[in-house]
């Protein structure tokens, strides 16, 4: 008899959803879906708001990258102002993105992810949770909290406020940096560098005992995209989009912001909030394609920061000669990289004395009616794109996020791990753990993807061919 | 003029003949909030969050259009009159869309302000949510009706001290609406002379300097006294 398992909720994810897994009569997958629950329509009651507000209210779409809307927002507001943002004012940008990416990924390795990492797959549910990893490695588990609340903290010594800044505007930022906040945060960046050199030293005994199942984490042949800047280097606040294809070939290359919708189609599904996005050009089927750290580290020619370029051209060699790499576990590996290349540009930024100049803000009105901003969030390349009136009043609201464009890259991993380790009708939580981690690894933010609020659970359900259900997990 | 006696929060004190509850309260530092209110403008008794109790009285009295009697024994302060104040609040809120968090007043707004003071921690109605529009055709200003309490200040500014006389109201009850220039959008607005007292002494984020964002807008009306003193005193300071 087939069944449907389901795994609802979803745990140590941002956000809200739930597995289904089918099963024919012999207990073969013959199906599997990532359901997003979730549902907030941002991109419907922006409508009739001002594109001025957008940065202060698009940043409420997510508590833990506020930040990524924040610079895609400002962005687009800088393009309907039609008027060149000073560039102390891009300085402070960056360095606010980069900070962001800091706590990001910190908090995804160290915190979501780290209890499957470190304490294993099949370690006791009750242990393998923040409070365990705690219990096991203190060290590390302070360490990885330290690194989060760095990042915070440079993003509230900027906006005032580390969750929901409105610091970014459409034209500038409201604020500058102090020289004794500068030197607060220079201060603390050896500790940061101590501590991501252990995280990669971990990396790589991970890689050792995860090298038996590390392949059934997503490793499929699909595009990646993401920004590189105007020298092929590793970009995430500005540059152009790049695509390139399972072999590395590059499909797209210098495409600007304006570009998006003819690299970009959204798809959609009845049983998800969560649309799917595909590169045009190839079709659904086809154009499937991946964004996030592992796409940004794919589609870049180097890191262009010393200490990031040595781990890249490491990391390269998962891809093979000339290769992308292509496994979604290597997820975790490239955001390490970016943690360490994210704090060797805030130390550059820091050392810049463009930070001293006065000019943060340009004043201008609405000088064109679309405004379209591209930035790289933690998980992805993040697309604001706004129609306003010559008054400055939305007319309509596009939101592309970046957990959405890896939506069907999700969807395949669990399919690819559910085939390799889900056998009969019963639910092991060791096996429904590693399902669940398919999809930890690309680190979604639910909540963003579908502009929803959202808590941080799983559930997966097993159901028959006919729809019975026959066995359940929920996890709050 | 002559001087009456009455008692206030069982206090006796002094007031002139003429003046208002509010006025005699504020003479002799007691303390009743208002919103619609302000210090230079005519009393309206709109907002009734500044309600007393007037022995004699079956109903609480608005304090700002209520004007003093001998040995009239008002209380400023009790369980039903604070009750009733955080109502009002309420109703407020719940009439339109103030969404704080992402407001050009948030931090400087007297609304939000007054509920934390009168602890109004939630709101027990079901919110209206009115679809109404945001005005930015003025080049330096723009409205937002969402956020409008209505207590019409700046009518009144607008009226009785800039005489312009170009912000009014138009429809009845929660259908009102301010408006510029018998309803034409505010950037058409002849009369408008631009001074942007209407802004300075709107109490929330309704009325706002056009590129403002998130808890940006710091009002500051008290440059209102200064014209009057100016004005009515030839009292001229910075």
Redesign the interface.
């Known amino acids: 008899m087939s069944k449907t398992i389901t795994i609802e909720p979803v745990t140590r994810i941002e956000g809200h959803a739930k597995i289904s897994i089918m099963l024919d009569d012999s207990g073969r997958v013959v199906d599997s879906r990532f359901h997003v629950t979730e549902f907030r329509g941002f991109e419907k009651f922006c409508v009739?708001?001002?594109f001025?507000?957008m940065?202060?209210?698009t940043a409420?779409i997510c508590g833990i990258c506020p930040v990524s809307h924040l610079m895609a927002s400002s962005k687009a507001g800088d393009m309907i102002l039609g008027v060149r943002t000073p560039a102390p004012a891009v300085a402070l940008r960056r360095l606010m993105n980069y900070a962001q990416l800091v706590q990001s990924h910190a908090l995804s390795f160290f915190l979501l992810s780290g209890p499957d990492l470190i304490l294993g797959m099949d370690a006791d549910p009750l242990q393998r949770n923040m409070a365990g990893l705690i219990a096991a490695n203190p060290d590390l588990a302070r360490a990885g909290i330290r690194m989060r609340a760095f990042g915070q903290q440079l993003i509230r010594m900027l906006g005032d406020r580390s969750v929901?800044p409105?610091w970014a505007?459409?034209g500038g930022v409201?604020k500058s940096l102090g020289s004794d906040q500068r030197d607060q945060v220079l201060k603390q960046l050896p500790e940061m560098h101590a501590t991501i050199n252990i995280a990669l030293d971990l990396m790589k005994d991970i890689h050792d005992s995860f090298s038996t199942e590390i392949d059934a984490y997503g490793e499929f042949p699909s595009l990646f995209m993401g920004l590189v800047g105007e020298d092929g280097g590793l970009e995430h606040y500005d540059g152009k989009l790049r695509v390139i294809d399972a072999e590395g070939k590059i499909l797209e290359d210098g495409a600007a912001p304006e570009d998006y919708q003819r690299l970009i189609a959204e798809g959609e599904q009845k049983w998800s909030y969560l649309k799917f996005p595909y590169y045009r050009p190839l079709g659904p089927e086809q154009g499937m394609y991946r964004v996030g750290p592992l796409a940004r580290l794919n589609v870049c020619d180097f890191a262009g920061t010393p200490k990031a370029d040595r781990e890249l051209r490491q990391f390269r060699h998962y891809g093979g000669q000339g290769k992308p790499v292509s496994g979604s576990f290597y997820y975790h590996h490239a955001r390490l990289i970016e943690i360490l290349h994210a704090l060797e540009r805030i130390e550059e930024i820091l050392g810049d004395d463009i930070l001293i100049d006065h000019h943060i803000r340009s004043?201008a009105?609405v000088n064109q009616n679309i405004g379209i901003g591209i930035s790289e969030a933690p998980r992805g390349t993040l697309f604001h794109h706004y129609r306003v009136d010559d008054?400055?009043?939305l007319e309509d609201v596009n939101l592309i996020i970046a957990t959405g464009q890896n939506n069907l890259a999700m969807n395949r991993t669990v399919r690819q791990l559910a085939e390799r380790f889900i056998r009969g009708d019963k639910l092991d939580q060791g096996l429904l753990n590693r399902v669940e981690h398919g999809i930890r690894v690309y680190d979604p933010c639910l909540s963003c993807s579908t502009h929803e609020a959202g808590r941080m659970p799983l559930q997966v359900q097993l159901f028959s061919a006919r729809g019975e259900l026959l066995d359940e997990v929920k996890r709050c | 003029m002559p001087v009456i006696t009455l008692t206030i929060d069982e206090e006796l004190v002094s007031a002139r003949a003429g003046q208002s509850i509010l006025e005699a309260c504020r003479d002799h530092e007691i303390k009743i909030p208002t919103l619609c209110h302000l210090d230079g403008l005519s009393a309206r008794g709109g907002c009734r969050l500044c309600l007393v109790a007037v022995a004699g009285s079956p109903r609480l009295l608005p304090a700002c259009t209520t004007a003093v009697q001998e040995n009239m024994v008002v209380t400023t302060s009790n369980e039903k009159i604070e009750r009733y104040r955080r109502m009002i609040l309420e109703l407020t809120f719940a009439e339109r869309n103030h969404t704080c968090a992402v407001c050009v007043s948030n931090e400087n707004c007297e609304l939000q302000t007054l509920a934390a003071e009168l602890g109004m921690d939630h709101v027990r109605y079901d919110y209206l949510n009115p679809d109404l529009p945001l005005d930015t055709s003025h080049e330096r200003y723009g409205v937002d009706h969402n956020r409008c309490l209505l207590c019409l200040r700046c009518v009144r500014v607008c009226d009785e001290v800039e005489g312009a006389h170009t912000w009014d109201v138009k429809g009845r009850g929660i259908k009102s609406q301010v408006i510029t220039d018998l309803n034409r959008p505010w950037g058409a607005s002849e009369s408008c002379t631009e001074c942007g007292k209407c802004v300075e002494v709107c109490p929330t984020g309704a009325l706002f300097t056009k590129g403002s964002a998130v808890a940006e807008m710091k009002k500051e009306a008290s440059f209102l006294r200064r014209i009057l003193d100016g004005r009515e005193k030839r009292q001229w300071r910075r």
Do not use: A, Y
């Open positions: 009739g708001r001002s001025w507000e940065p202060g209210i409420r929901h409105s505007v459409p409201r004043q009105g008054n400055g009043i």
